[in-house]
Nanobody, 121 residues
Framework: QVQLVESGGGLAQAGGSLRLSCAASGSIFSINDMCWYRQAPGKQRQLVASITTDGSTNYADSVKDRFTISRDNAKNTVYLQMNSLKPEDTAAYYC???????????????WGQGTLVTVSS
């Protein structure tokens, strides 16, 4: 069984910063793309940022130049550095990963439980 556990959410003021972490644990052979999504109250979940195994990144237009996604493959961990936060960044943030499980090899899409980010004006 594979789990993703997020941490680092909380309350920040507009203009401030937070860093989210998401660590994968369990029977893992490798991890493909890792992503961060967010869901604000009453809205659909949206992709915030993604990163491939070789470090190529992609961002939603709303967070470009403010958020940075990175990963540590040795630790099976993905990070989201959020700078210049805005009240509209308030949401539950979820990490997502394509995890390759051994014996026999299979790929599962795994979600974390979410961490809440609240940005006050």
């Amino acid at each position: 069984q594979v789990q993703l556990v997020e941490s680092g959410g909380g309350l920040a003021q507009a203009g401030g910063s937070l860093r989210l972490s998401c660590a994968a644990s369990g029977s893992i052979f490798s991890i493909n793309d890792m992503c961060w999504y967010r869901q604000a109250p009453g809205k659909q979940r949206q992709l915030v940022a993604s990163i491939t195994t070789d470090g190529s990144t992609n961002y939603a237009d709303s967070v470009k130049d403010r958020f940075t996604i990175s990963r540590d493959n040795a630790k099976n961990t993905v990070y989201l550095q959020m700078n210049s936060l805005k009240p509209e960044d308030t949401a539950a943030y979820y990490c997502n990963a394509g995890v390759v499980i051994p014996g026999p090899y299979r790929i599962f899409e795994v979600w974390g439980q979410g961490t809440l980010v609240t940005v006050s004006s």
